[in-house]
């Protein structure tokens, strides 16, 4: 069984950076596109990075130029680096894999508040 645990979240000053990990266990991690999800409150899942295995990236444009999806296949681990924050960045942050036509079952989340 597939699990996903994030962690790297925190309270920051707009402005601020974060790093956020994920760790996959439980299934061939190279092969999969990997992405980050954030969902803030009262508002749906959305998709904000994703990277290919070999490393190609993509965005949604409110993160673009502000945030950079990484991953280390030797560990199993997809990361965010989150620079230039902004309040409305707030939201519980979720990793995945994007490509799947079902997605693995969800982790824990990891919550990211950024103050005005």
């Known amino acids: 069984q597939v699990q996903l645990v994030e962690s790297g979240g925190g309270l920051v000053q707009a402005g601020g950076s974060l790093r956020l990990s994920c760790v996959v266990s439980g299934s061939d991690f190279r092969i999969n596109i990997m992405g980050w999800y954030r969902q803030a409150p009262k508002k749906q899942r959305e998709l904000v990075a994703a990277?290919?295995?070999?490393?190609?990236?993509n965005y949604a444009d409110s993160v673009e130029g502000r945030f950079t999806i990484s991953r280390d296949n030797a560990k199993n681990t997809v990361y965010l680096q989150m620079n230039s924050l902004k309040p409305e960045d707030t939201a519980v942050y979720y990793c995945?894999?994007?490509?799947?036509?079902?997605?693995?079952?969800w982790g824990q989340g990891t919550q990211v508040t950024v103050s005005s």
């Open positions: 995945n894999a994007p490509g799947r036509s079902l997605p693995y079952s």
């Open positions: 990277i290919a295995s070999a490393g190609a990236t």
